[in-house]
C-alpha cells in the first residue's frame, strides 16, 4: 500500500468526508500541540511511518476526531496549520509554523538533558552549586566561558553523562571575553564543541587558537 492509500484509509474513516482524500485533508488542521517522546518510537497515526519521536496533533474541524502524526506529514498532505486565534494560515506560515515548533522542541530537548546532567554532578559533588546554574539556564540559556569549562571538567571527572553540544555559550560582554582569553589551549579546545559557528570565528580572529 503506498502512503497516499495507507493516509486515505486513515484518514477517511474520522472525517466527514468518506471518499476523496484530497477532500478530506482540507477538513483537518495542525493544532499547534505537539508532543516529545524522548525517544522514537511511535508510528504516524496518518501514513504509519513507523519511529516517530516529534508528534504533532491535527484535529477534524467537523467531527472533532484527532491524530497524532509526524511533522513531514503535515508538509506533504498540505494541511493547514492555525493560529492562537484559531484562523487558518497559509501554505507558507504553516511551514514556518511547523518549522518553528519543531525548533521549540529540539532546544527543550536539550535544555532538559542539560538539567538532568547538572543534577546528577550535585548528586555526587557536594561542593557544586548547582542553584546559580540552574538560574544561568533560566535566565539567559547561555553560560560564561569559565562557567562551561569547569562544568565539563567535573563532568568528565566524576563520569556524569552529558553532551558538550547541549551548551550554549556567552561571550558577549568583556567579562565573559576576559575569561576565554585568560584560558589556556587545551581549556579552549574543550569549549569547541559548545561554540556556535560565528563564536568559532571570532576565536580564531582573536587567535586564542593556533591553527593546527
Ligand atoms: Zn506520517
Not at 558577549?172 to 581549556?187: G, I, N, P, Y
Request: contains cysteine.
Amino acid at each position: 500500500m503506498s502512503w497516499a492509500s495507507r493516509a486515505a484509509a486513515n484518514i477517511l474513516p474520522l472525517s466527514r468526508e468518506q471518499d476523496d482524500l484530497a477532500a478530506a485533508l482540507h477538513e483537518w488542521r495542525y493544532t499547534g500541540d505537539y508532543h516529545d517522546l524522548e525517544t522514537p518510537r511511535e508510528d504516524c497515526e496518518l501514513c504509519e511511518h513507523a519511529d516517530i519521536r516529534h508528534q504533532f496533533e491535527i484535529k477534524n474541524l467537523h467531527t472533532a476526531n484527532t491524530l497524532l502524526v509526524g511533522s513531514e506529514c503535515i508538509n506533504r498532505f498540505n494541511i493547514a496549520a492555525t493560529d492562537e486565534e484559531g484562523r487558518t494560515l497559509d501554505a507558507d506560515d504553516t511551514r514556518k509554523k511547523i518549522a518553528k515548533d519543531r525548533r521549540k522542541l529540539i532546544d527543550d530537548a536539550r535544555r532538559r538533558r542539560l538539567v538532568k546532567a547538572l543534577v546528577a554532578l550535585a548528586h555526587v559533588d557536594k561542593a557544586f552549586n548547582i542553584h546559580s546554574f540552574i538560574d544561568y539556564l533560566q535566565k539567559r540559556d547561555a553560560f560564561m566561558p569559565m562557567q562551561v569549562s569547569t562544568l565539563l571538567w567535573r563532568f568528565d571527572r566524576l563520569a556524569i553523562d552529558h553532551n558538550p553540544r547541549d551548551f550554549k555559550l556567552t561571550i558577549k560582554r568583556s567579562r565573559e571575553k576576559a575569561q576565554l582569553e585568560k584560558m589556556s589551549e587545551w581549556q579552549i579546545k574543550r569549549l569547541l564543541p559548545c561554540l556556535s559557528p560565528s563564536q568559532r570565528a571570532y576565536i580564531e580572529r582573536e587567535g586564542l587558537l593556533p591553527q593546527t
